[in-house]
């Protein structure tokens, strides 16, 4: 329901830094596929749609400046480094993933011809993680209640199977945000929307389309880090790249 002004309601690690809000799941039920190609495959039943009506090209950012492959929300690590797609099985190389939906499976030839079963591989199964309700069920499109006056502390925010122009993270009127960490998300790490938002002390690292952006009146920005975002490759013309700002009256940004 959101908090009120002065009576804000607060999400606070009891230690900065070691609360961690993850849309990542650890893949263990390996299999190798016959043939000469070391490609390793496992069970993987999430779907993300941008448009569920439009089928399998729903699946994509509708930005055709880009190719889908850098344009769909799905992300893989391996030993803590993105993976990239590829969109069959007969195109895949060292250092991409497949994921074939018709069979809820996704594919592998890690790099160097690696077995994902010696080392850590991750998928993301969830693409917002932290967000209002009402954000999450217009699909990031402006809803007409905000829901305001939150206060969020000391978290870290990790993997999530987002598109671009989509937030892992989404905050609201009179938000603040302090000391968070936003990193590995397949989109953008944080969107500031509403009014009267605060990001103070916050990094936005290693995202694969954008760090930290957004629109409205009278938001604040300080003291923040922004580093290594839009490792994608995203078009800069659909705001690849550290952060975009558009729509907005009295932001200020200091200490970046």
């Not at 016959?34 to 999430?46: D, L, M, T, V």
């Not at 089928?55 to 992300?75: M, N, T």
């Not at 409205?216 to 013309?237: L, T, Y």
Request: charged content about 25%; hydrophobic content about 40%.
């Amino acid at each position: 329901a959101g908090g009120e002004p002065g009576r804000p309601i607060t999400f606070e690690a009891s230690e900065k830094g070691k609360v961690v809000v993850s849309g990542g799941e650890p893949l263990t039920d390996w299999t190798r596929l016959e043939g000469e190609r070391p490609i390793w495959s496992a069970p993987w039943p999430y779907d993300f749609y941008m448009n569920a009506s439009k089928g399998d090209e729903g699946r994509f950012h509708g930005a055709k400046s880009d190719p889908p492959e850098l344009r769909g929300a799905e992300l893989f690590l391996w030993q803590g480094a993105p993976l990239r797609q590829a969109l069959s099985l007969g195109a895949l190389k060292p250092g991409l993933f497949f994921v074939d939906w018709a069979r809820d499976r996704v594919y592998v030839w890690l790099p160097g011809g690696g077995d994902p079963r010696e080392a850590e591989m991750i998928g993301a199964a969830r693409s917002i993680l932290f967000a209002p309700e009402n954000w999450v069920k217009r699909r990031n499109q402006t809803p007409t209640t905000p829901i305001g006056h939150i206060v969020v502390k000391g978290l870290v925010f990790r993997y999530a199977a987002n598109f671009p122009q989509t937030g892992m993270v989404t905050a609201d009127d009179g938000w603040l945000l302090e000391d968070c960490l936003f990193e590995w998300a397949n989109g953008q790490g944080l969107i500031v929307r509403g009014d009267g938002a605060s990001v103070v002390r916050c990094e936005a690292r290693d995202n694969g389309y954008m760090g930290i952006g957004g629109g409205g009146k009278g938001h604040r920005m300080k003291n923040c880090v922004i580093a290594r975002n839009n490792w994608k490759g995203v078009n800069v013309s659909w705001a690849g790249g550290g952060g975009k700002w558009a729509h907005t009256d009295g932001l200020t940004i200091e200490g970046l």
